[in-house]
């Protein structure tokens, strides 16, 4: 196990990622935070919490709930009413970036209601890609063997990204 990020270099890169988000959504009265289960809905919770502190406009965080080893297998879901996206302002976000399946599930069930834009962004980026998606925010961007695996670890008292 190689450590890639450690607890002070995560909490810097999700602050360089939140203030790039607000740069590019300075027009936007409300940002809409869509965290994919799990470690995706933990880094939209610290983004929103970073946004809250600066922003002006208004920022709604919800999730996303998915089966991401069978994504076909269970309906995609969302925590908030697919009806208030409308013409919204969407950032997605995961922690890893692997083959883009998951995150291309999310956005099929995020596209199901007309929506302005939607952004995407990752802590860490593979770059092996087996679907077309490509993140508009990344934390860092690995190269990597198609065995190898990253994973978070978000241990309340020292987290880290950790190569596998």
Known sequence: MQIVLTKTQIDQKIMRLAHQILENASEESTIYLAGICGNGMRIANEIS???KSTATQNIEVFEISLDKDHPLDSEVSMSIDGEVLKNGFIVL???????GKTMQYALIKLLEKP???IKTVALVDRRHRRYPIKCDYVGITLS???KDRVEINFDESNYNAYLV
Not at 93 to 99: C, E, G, K, R, W
């Open 49 to 51: 919490t970073i946004l």
């Open 93 to 99: 976000i995961d922690d890893v970036l692997n083959s």
């Open 115 to 117: 929506v302005r834009a």
């Open 144 to 146: 990597t063997t198609l």
